[in-house]
Structures are given as structure tokens and as C-alpha cells.
């Protein structure tokens, strides 16, 4: 028999606050009410603030990021189109392969796992690419299998310095609203994000960020779509209403997490206190003798994947997580299978639960052969937090 909670450390969904939970538990409302706009309204200004856009339109479709995926393709691009996409986890090997079924003509760059998108090449490319055949570029912002992080201002960057008028496409599904994004200065075109991971929220939102010049791409669209239509949403959204059914119960969360967010924490301190939290996770990492699957440079603030020793398999040490010590890590994907183990670090998180994860994670890799010290893990990294958190208190004292 389990007792107590069950910890949550994967990375996505990721856990939900009592007060967004509780706002959700509300009776069904009339979606058609004169009065329903007073709800929705404000998120949309709300995911503004957080997408870091004043020109950029926001649209929430029922669904997952996968589907904001197909609404941000399926909009904008024609059946036949050349896009620019690199591979470097199973994540951004998903997305090219929805661009490939959707039937784009996809030039991929594959590259090791551990690194991200290959801003140099992506410049090589885009630079020999004299007749803007391009029509698009798809970069990931935050790769969770293999806990890696990109540069997307770098993308932006290849694109000006080549003269390429390409749309930028960024999936920020576990990097939007925990990881810096910064839409209309990076000059993104289209961004999608999920509501299960940043936003604190349960599944069931796929977001967009949408730029003027990939809203006027999607009014020449070919490409076959019927639910995830932009113009429908436009007919409807800026009074606040949905050409369909939309999920009220999720709304009423968000108005939540967006206050969370952005009035009382602030969406800086927010960014801050995620690269502090991860922080702590590599270093334990590293005071086991531990190698992350990240090369330096590329780590993420919202996922850390941790490769196992030679003989130990990331699996069962996953299982006895949760069998003997009721605590969820997020599982090695596709090459990384059986090879590592992920803790995620985003959303509703503190540096206690940071060494909880640490602290379930020494033992059961213990428990399955790993020769660490599972203490130095915690103390690692509880040491860096306590010297971290004196640091910010004195340059708050300062100013």
C-alpha cells in the first residue's frame, strides 16, 4: 500500500497548483453567454505577455501541442513546400515526421544526440538558397528527450544575415513560459506550446503565437485542413467566443496560472528560478559521477536526461522509483531507451522538491547497481541552492 502523494518529476504533464486545480472545479457554463468574453479575453492578452509579443495573435485549440503542430503547418504552408528542419531528439524527429506526412518537402540536417539545432548549418543552407525555395524553417526550443536547449535567436539571426524571407517556426512546447522566448524580438512566426507543461495546467490546450506574416501566408494556403482554421478563430476570438466547443474548466485554470505567472511571481523571476532549479539537479548529477545526455552548452532549465552506468538499465531504475518510493521520472525515448532516465524540473516546482528527485533517484539507482554516493547528489546541489538563494538576497538588499 502507497501512502502520502505520489512526487511527479517528468516533464509533462507536470504538476498542477492547488489554486489552478481548484479554479477549474466549476460548474459547466453557457460557451455562448454575452458575457463569456469577460473570461476569455484577458488569457489571450495573458499568453500574449508570455509568448513576449504586442503583434503577434494568440489562438488555443483544444488539444496537445501535437495538434498546435498541425494547426501552425497546415495554415501556412502548401502541399509540395520545402522546409528546413534538423533531428536531434525524439521530439523534433516527431515534428519532421508530421512535416513529411503532411506532405512538405523536408531538407533535414541530423544531429547527435546531446546538441541542438546547428545554427551553422542552418546558415550554410539558408545562405545557398538563392532562390528562397525555403518556405520555412522549424527549429525546437527546448528538445525534452535528451533534456537539450536551442538557440533560437541564433536561428533568427542566419535567416537576417542571409537576407531569407523563410517563416520561422519554434516548437516551445516544453520551453514556453519557463525557458527565456521572446517572440517578437527573435522574430518567430509561428511558436506552439502545450498547456500541460509550463503553463501548469492539465493537457487539453495546444497554443500559437502567430505573426502577421504567417497570418497573411495562411490566407493562400493550400494545404487541407478543416478543424485547426485560423480564419474561424478569427471570426470568433476577439470577442472571446470559439467556433466550436471550447474546454471552459481549462480556462478558468489559466486565468489562474497566468496571475501566477506574470503578477505575482513575475515571468522573469519565473525563467530565473527554473535556471536555478535545474542547476541544482546538474550538479547533483555530477556529484554522483553521472554524465547528462546534454553536451555543455545545450542544457536545459526544464529537463535534465541522466544516462545510467554500463550495466544498469535506466528502466528498472525507473520502476523501483515508483514501485519503492511512489516518485515518477520521465523515461529514456527511442535510442536513449533503457540508457537514461529524465527528471523534470518545470511548472509548480521548488528546490525541496528538486532534492526529493535527487534523493529518490541515488536510491534507485542504488537499487540497481549504480555504485554512487546517493547522499552527494543532495548535498550537492542543496549547498549550491542555499548559496544561490543568499546571492539573490544580497543583490536585492543591494538594489
Known sequence: MKTGI?????????NVPERVRQAMNVPMQDMRAPDFGDLTKPLFAG?????????????????????????AITNTLNPGDKVLM??????????????????????????????????EDYAAVLAADGAHAIKAVFATHNETATGVSSDI?????????????AMLFVDGVSAVGSIDFRMDDWGVDLIVTGSQKGLMLPAGLGVLGVSAKALEASKSARMRRAYFEFADMLKLNGDGYFPYTPPTQLFHG??????????????????ARHARLAEGVRRGVAAWGLKICAQPGFESDTVTTIMVPEGVDAVKVIRTGYDAYNTSFGSGLARLAGKAFRIGHLGDLNEGMCLTALSVAGMALRDNGAMIDTGAGVAAASEYYREARAGAAAKMAAE
Not at 531528439?89 to 515534428?95: E, K, M, R
Open 254 to 271: 489559466l486565468r489562474v496560472s497566468l496571475k501566477m505567472i506574470l503578477e505575482e511571481e513575475g515571468l522573469d523571476n519565473v525563467i
Open 6 to 14: 505520489n512526487h511527479l518529476f517528468i516533464p509533462g504533464p507536470t
Open 47 to 71: 499568453l500574449k505577455n508570455i509568448l513576449r509579443t504586442e503583434t503577434g495573435t494568440v489562438f488555443m485549440f483544444p488539444g496537445s501541442g501535437t495538434g498546435a503542430w498541425e494547426a
Open 153 to 165: 535567436e541564433g536561428v533568427r539571426k542566419a535567416l537576417d544575415f542571409s537576407g531569407h524571407p
Open 86 to 119: 534538423s533531428r536531434f531528439g525524439q521530439f523534433s524527429h516527431l515534428w519532421h515526421e508530421m512535416a513529411e506526412r503532411l506532405g512538405l518537402d523536408v531538407h533535414v540536417i541530423d544531429v547527435e544526440w546531446g546538441r541542438g539545432v546547428p545554427v
